[in-house]
């Protein structure tokens, strides 16, 4: 891989600072897990997402003792926190995916300082996605009744249901994400085994590296493998969000029977997971000092890669309307009138505030590169996002075919220990990562400096 | 840089994947047989101690009194209904009126108290099941309940599993014998059940009910 040169116009930096060699990228990065001194922040911000934590041990206790009625949902919404919140971390997921797969296929170089953490993301947020399903069972020691398996029932499950669906989706999912990963790492593992001072240290990461040895051959079927890889990964991208769409799509409810969820869930997944991104590692980088690897440009990217997804969304948005009104239907008609100006219109509004007004700041380029209002924006498109899917689900539900069995959704403080309770999860889990694996592929790196291109001989 | 790990760790590192596999599916198939499907699980051939022992080998098999003649319900509801004391009473006012074994079954009949006796065939209660249907649709006793006029203390003869249950909704023509013959033990059809089934099938109007709300209402 060349390293990149940038043409004069684009004013927003390399994908690596001037300056760093071979050996300072290694340093640098490696630094961060085997030198850098365990400081009183992150002591806290762990402590901190470990105590929410245990929010989620509190409720989901709770759900299993009294099972799912200590929650929000009734009839007729039977769908509550549980799904919202799953579609919201499955999305989230998605970034990752993509920066991982599809833009290593496309060349894109300045993936290579982000990769790492967008896919440990990735992973941390299908884990929290995962625990929503399995409780919403009501009885999750038995949510292995969702696998195909021989059993004594001599049942399979209902394989005409999307429900079904998602779970092979999400496993499948969550299986090569985390293979994707680990593969990824074993390189960068290597390379803290040979860097750790003491003998313990280097013994773990040693195990973990898997015998790696940096020979050529090992290179030849890294490289291999990273590629098949992004092939099986990148029909994930589109694949998995399709799939939790077609939960809603494939059913008969007014306001999800459309044709459009499929990509308009998956931009939406997109457009989530890199505000997602954004959020996390603009603390990172200014933290751990990184600004030199995670450059402007980085920011400005990913900026970039936001605002187009928030404009699909945006063309999502209309269309639904569109369709309410062009369906003639009543129901469907009904649907998006009482969206807009039913009991939660205050939700859909602000649901267009988060996610098609905020974003348009993102036009700016001032604003692409400065990380503190980047920040607040991706924080803004993450609520948005979240809103979304609460509008989604809820507004649908609440008014249902028959006057008569009309009712309003609520979350209970229950629903929102879950929710929180997963939020400290993944806050913890990204913590416990970026002290104890290398957050950014270091090997990568190396490969957009210029000392990494070797002059063939001219063969004569 | 020293050595980290000697070569034998190849070694352990290859062969660990073998044994996990090995392991793990192993321990799944041993949790699926042992917890699931054992019959140490459904308890399927346990016989139960019973307050009294009663035999239906002596009662069935030597006596040659017909199941209808206590199960009195099975025709006509859900249960077919353990006798009550003055069954008993029928013929032990009569008959071993001083036998040690069966006073329980006096005192039962002073006392106006029922006997204990053990479930044997206990389905969950999240299961409907009716008798007199299967008996109409010629569902012979002995295919579910086994040759009872052998069984010296009652055992559970099938698994009942939901399986197994299936494996008759879904085939009825394999089991389904002439109305008839319905409390007969030892039955053997008189034609060919492949020719005979499907017969019946048709006479008795079977369906093959398999739908989730035909047992869990």
Redesign the interface.
């Known amino acids: 891989m060349q390293p990149v040169e940038l043409p004069d116009k684009i004013h927003v930096g390399p994908v690596i600072d001037q300056g760093h060699s071979l050996a300072s990228v290694s340093d640098k990065v490696a630094g961060i897990v085997l030198k850098r001194k365990v400081t009183l922040g992150w002591v806290f911000g762990l402590l901190l997402s470990f105590a929410i934590l245990q929010n989620l041990m509190a409720g989901a206790t709770w759900l299993i003792i009294k099972g799912v009625g200590v929650w929000g949902i009734n009839i007729p919404v039977g769908w509550g926190f549980a799904i919202i919140n799953f579609v919201w971390w499955i999305g989230i997921g998605h970034a990752g995916t993509l920066i991982s797969a599809i833009l290593l296929l496309l060349n894109q170089s300045w993936r290579n300082a982000i990769n790492r953490f967008a896919e440990a993301m990735t992973l941390f947020a299908v884990m929290c996605a995962g625990m929503f399903p399995v409780l919403h069972t009501g009885r999750p020691w038995l949510a292995y009744w969702l696998l195909p398996y021989?059993?004594?029932?001599?049942?399979w499950p209902q394989f005409r249901s999307p429900l079904l669906w998602d779970v092979f989706a999400v496993t499948t999912y969550l299986t090569i994400s985390a293979v994707f990963w680990y593969v990824g790492l074993i390189p960068d593992l290597a390379t803290l085994?040979?860097t750790a001072k003491t003998p313990g240290l280097?013994?773990t990461y040693?195990l973990l590296a898997?015998?790696w040895r940096n020979s050529a051959r090992h290179w030849q079927r890294y490289e291999k493998a990273s590629l098949l890889l992004a092939g099986l990964a990148t029909p994930l991208v589109v694949s998995v969000h399709t799939v939790v769409s077609f939960d809603f799509a494939v059913s008969i409810i007014p306001g999800w029977h459309t044709t459009i969820f499929p990509p308009y869930f998956v931009a939406g997944a997109i457009y989530s997971g890199f505000a997602m991104v954004l959020t996390l590692m603009i603390p990172v980088r200014r933290f751990y000092g990184l600004d030199d690897i995670i450059t402007l440009r980085h920011l400005n990217n990913m900026a970039k890669v936001t605002l187009a997804t928030a404009l699909i969304v945006a063309y999502g948005y209309t269309m639904e309307a569109f369709f309410g009104y062009f369906s003639a239907d009543t129901y469907e008609k009904f649907m998006i009138w009482n969206r807009m100006t039913g009991p939660y219109a205050v939700f859909y509004w602000c649901l267009i505030l988060c996610n098609i007004i905020t974003p348009q700041f993102l036009w700016s380029k001032k604003i692409r590169t400065s990380p503190g209002i980047l920040w607040i924006i991706s924080i803004i498109v993450n609520i948005g996002m979240w809103l979304e899917r609460f509008v989604i689900v809820v507004t649908s539900l609440h008014r249902d075919f028959l006057p008569s069995s009309w009712g309003m959704y609520w979350p209970t403080v229950w629903d929102w220990a879950v929710y929180t309770g997963t939020l400290g999860m993944f806050m913890t889990l990204i913590f416990l990562f970026v002290r104890v694996l290398p957050m950014i592929t270091i090997f990568e790196l190396r490969m957009l400096l210029p000392d990494a291109t070797v002059k063939e001989p001219v063969a004569q | 840089?020293p050595q980290?790990?000697k070569s034998s760790?190849?070694s352990f590192?290859r062969s660990s994947i073998v044994v996990a596999v090995l392991v793990l599916g192993g321990l799944g198939g041993a949790l699926?047989e042992l917890i699931?499907?054992s019959s140490y699980a459904t308890r399927q051939g346990d016989a139960r101690e019973q307050p009294i022992p009663f035999s239906h080998a002596h009662h069935v098999g030597s006596m040659g009194i017909e199941c209808r003649y206590c199960h009195t319900g099975v025709e006509n509801g859900p249960h077919a209904m353990v006798p009550p004391t003055k069954t008993c009473i029928n013929c032990h006012s009569q008959i071993w009126i001083n036998s040690s074994t069966l006073e329980p079954v006096r005192e039962s009949y002073r006392t106006n108290e029922s006997i204990k006796w053990t479930k044997v065939h206990d389905l969950p209660d999240f299961v409907y099941f009716n008798h007199s249907i299967h008996v109409k649709k010629g569902v012979g006793c002995e295919t579910c309940h086994g040759r009872v006029d052998r069984m010296p203390l009652m055992y559970q003869n099938a698994?009942l599993?939901?399986?197994w249950c299936?494996?008759c909704h879904r085939n009825p023509e394999k089991f389904v014998r002439p109305r008839q013959f319905v409390t007969k033990m030892g039955y053997e059809p008189a034609e060919p059940q492949e020719t005979l089934g499907p017969k019946l099938v048709r006479e008795y109007n079977i369906q093959k009910l398999e739908t989730c709300w035909t047992c869990h209402r």
Do not use: I, K, V
């Open positions: 021989p059993n004594t029932m001599a049942l085994r040979d280097r013994r040693g898997m015998g | 840089m980290l790990f760790a190849n590192a699926f699931a499907d698994s599993e939901m399986r299936l494996e």
